[in-house]
């Protein structure tokens, strides 16, 4: 046993020789080695770690108080169960000090499982509230957004989580907004911390999904996510949230009321964001339908357009038919008025017998006289017809002709054509191409020099 006096003399100061870091430690270990070299000890695991090497790094702890503790794999491989987060342990080991970093820890030889621990009973009897409650119902919980307009993250804004968060969503979905709403994650006040970001989030009128987690920890680190408090603000928030606490073992309260439950932050990022090259995939696809569709359907309509052009005949022609047609209707009113003549006067002529046979002067002049008169009607009727027919005549001409190209031609307009098809876009013709352009008076054979869209 060593003893150290509070006031060394000056001359202990100045003959003692100065200790390394290195010698200190190896000091101090073998102190405690040689004075608990055979403890047992009673505490609630936490921190489990189990690294490829074998080896068991955990602590144990209990109300006030932990203990960093090491099993190795010669130890633990003889033991029939594995330790799991929040179980009491009775181990017996000793204790030392792992001189590379100065930390203080119980080297564990063996263990006994001695029940379940004070946070682990905690968290068993609370699940079994909420469970009763309904909280964790499937029927209550919302449906997360196919593709978030915004993202809120609750978590510490220094914290490994939401560099995660942040690195899987830049290379997914780099257009999603996101807003990180801080709190602390571990401790006391992390628990109000949490329910404030919560509402805070809700008053906001702006996220339409939140994630709410941290990274991997002790139990006890985590514990903030297993308070009441918070697994009621979680379910009486109007945002759907997931939950992203710790490792893919880590199980909360917070995971069993959220909407949604990923194994770690970095994977709820991956169920939120879209994967961007899919996206450009199927639009890709998308485009390519349409592009299809659209040339089918301007296809159809070219091949409409020309059976209309077919059946569409020029202005010229139909002014000529009418034409042609109002030359008939003259020449056939000319026969009938002829006709009305020639019976006119085959009348007048039988009249003119009958009176030369009878001899009575005065009826045969009341019958000339009338006949003059009937022969005057008929000259005004025949006139009066003409021109009626003469004013149709100008009328439908002169609507014709306003919508004849020719009219147009004669303001200064011209047509081009390639053959027997009229030029409407310069996307129809091609450098060097030949085009008939014709004018109100005559045509011109061009040559296409240059085109300009």
């Known amino acids: 046993m060593h003893h150290f006096t509070d006031k060394p003399t000056q001359n202990a100061e100045a003959s003692a020789k100065a200790l390394s870091v290195t010698e200190l430690n190896g000091k101090a270990r073998r102190l405690l080695e040689m004075n608990f070299n055979n403890v047992r000890v009673e505490g609630e695991i936490s921190g489990l770690a189990r690294p490829s090497s074998g080896h068991w790094y955990f602590t144990l702890k209990d109300k006030q108080s932990q203990i960093r503790c090491a099993m190795f794999r010669n130890r633990n491989q003889a033991l029939k169960f594995v330790p799991t987060e929040g179980m009491l342990l009775m181990v017996r080991g000793r204790v030392s000090l792992y001189e590379g970093r100065g930390d203080y820890q119980l080297i564990v030889e063996h263990m006994d499982n001695a029940g379940t621990g004070d946070l682990q009973k905690a968290f068993e009897v609370l699940k079994a509230k909420l469970a009763a409650e309904g909280l964790f119902d499937i029927t209550r919980k919302q449906p997360l957004p196919a593709h978030p307009k915004h993202i809120g993250v609750i978590t510490s804004p220094t914290g490994a989580a939401i560099r ?10 780099p257009a999603i907004p996101v807003s990180i709403i801080p709190s602390s994650v571990q401790g006391e006040q992390a628990k109000h911390e949490l329910v404030n970001a919560l509402k805070l989030a809700a008053s906001a009128n702006r996220f339409d999904v939140l994630i709410i987690g941290r990274g991997g920890g002790s139990l006890e680190d985590l514990w903030p996510f297993n308070e009441e408090l918070v697994a009621r603000a979680i379910a009486g928030c109007p945002i759907p949230i997931v939950s992203a606490v710790g490792h893919e073992i880590d199980f909360t309260i917070a995971d069993f009321v959220a909407d949604h439950r990923a194994a770690t932050p970095s994977a709820a990022a991956e169920i939120l964001s879209p994967d961007r090259q899919a996206l450009l995939n199927q639009l890709n696809l998308i485009s390519r339908k349409l592009t299809t569709l659209t040339r089918h359907k301007l296809q159809l309509s070219q091949r409409e357009l020309d059976n209309l052009q077919k059946r569409l005949r020029h202005p ?34 039988r009249l003119k017998d009958r009176a030369n046979q009878q001899n009575p002067q005065r009826k045969l002049e009341l019958l000339k006289s009338r006949n003059e008169y009937m022969g005057q009607k008929l000259i005004q009727l025949i006139s009066s017809s003409l021109e009626r027919r003469h004013l149709k005549l100008e009328k439908v001409s002169g609507e014709l002709n306003a919508v004849s190209p020719l009219a147009t031609l004669s303001r200064g307009y011209a047509i081009t054509m390639a053959g027997d098809a009229i030029i409407r876009s310069s996307q129809q013709l091609r450098e060097g191409d030949r085009v008939t352009t014709r004018f109100f008076e005559g045509e011109a054979i061009c040559k296409v020099e240059k085109i300009t869209n």
């Open 316 to 349: 010229g022609d139909r002014l000529r038919d009418n034409s042609q047609r109002l030359d008939d209707l003259e020449i056939r009113l000319k026969q009938a008025i002829t006709l009305k003549l020639e019976r006119a006067q085959s009348s007048l002529s």
């Open 164 to 173: 995660d968060i942040l690195t899987v969503l830049k290379r997914r979905f």
